[in-house]
Nanobody, 119 residues
């Protein structure tokens, strides 16, 4: 069973950058898909970005395209989310997830890390 631990959240001002990290315990096979989701207060959790562990193919929500970058480090069993040009609407709890498909219907989830963006 995979355990995911996020880090790197915090307080930022609009226009700033933050980098989130997610370290996975256990082996990640090439078929794995790692993703980032976020949830703002009172809102549903939404997809942010994903990366295929084997191919490295990346996927983004339209709201973050061009501003956020997902990447991985296989040696560290880690996935990252570089967030640039942050906006107040990017605030929320960011969760790391691991699944074997992009629908994330049977995902393992991390505990989340808080991102706050002030205007």
């Amino acid at each position: 069973q995979v355990q995911l631990v996020e880090s790197g959240g915090g307080l930022a001002q609009a226009g700033d950058s933050l980098r989130l990290s997610c370290e996975a315990s256990g082996r990640l096979y090439s078929s794995a898909v790692m993703g980032w989701f976020r949830q703002a207060p009172g809102a549903k959790r939404e997809f942010v970005a994903a990366i295929r562990w084997g191919r490295g193919s990346t996927y983004y929500a339209d709201s973050v395209k061009g501003r956020f970058t997902i990447s991985k480090d296989s040696a560290r069993n880690s996935v990252y989310l570089e967030m640039n040009t942050l906006k107040p609407e990017d605030a929320g709890i960011y969760y790391c997830a691991k699944d074997s498909s992009l629908d994330f219907t049977r995902a393992f989830w991390g505990q989340g890390t808080q991102v706050t963006v002030s205007s």
